[in-house]
């Protein structure tokens, strides 16, 4: 079982930046792989960016690609969103996950365990 707390959520201008964190409870993050998903009101939950551990690996949706990065600190075992240059459409619910799958994984229902969930509202 790894519990999954994100951090860093908030409100923010349009062109701003946010930094989110999901501290994780194992520290054998080398199995597994993480991402960040977000839901905004009425839609369906999204993939927003991957982090393979074993090797390093990131990968993006094309909507939040050259703003977004994705990276991890395997001593704090903790996972990092830094979004730059935001949009009002940014505005959701943004969760970390994580699956045994090493693979390049975007379908949620492939994740095996999930955060609460941070908020983060994009003002124009």
């Known amino acids: 079982q790894v519990q999954l707390v994100e951090s860093g959520g908030g409100l923010v201008q349009a062109g701003g930046s946010l930094r989110l964190s999901c501290a994780a409870s194992?520290?054998?993050?080398?199995?597994?792989?993480m991402g960040w998903f977000r839901q905004a009101p009425g839609k369906e939950r999204e993939f927003v960016a991957g982090l393979r551990w074993f090797n390093g690996n990131t990968y993006y949706a094309d909507s939040v690609k050259g703003r977004f990065t994705i990276s991890g600190d395997s001593d704090k075992s903790t996972m990092y969103l830094q979004m730059n240059s935001l949009k009002v459409e940014d505005t959701a619910v943004y969760y970390c996950a994580a699956t045994f799958q090493i693979g390049l994984v975007t379908a949620s229902a492939e994740y095996d365990y999930w955060g609460q969930g941070t908020q983060v509202t994009v003002s124009s």
């Open positions: 194992t520290h054998s993050l080398s199995g597994y792989a």
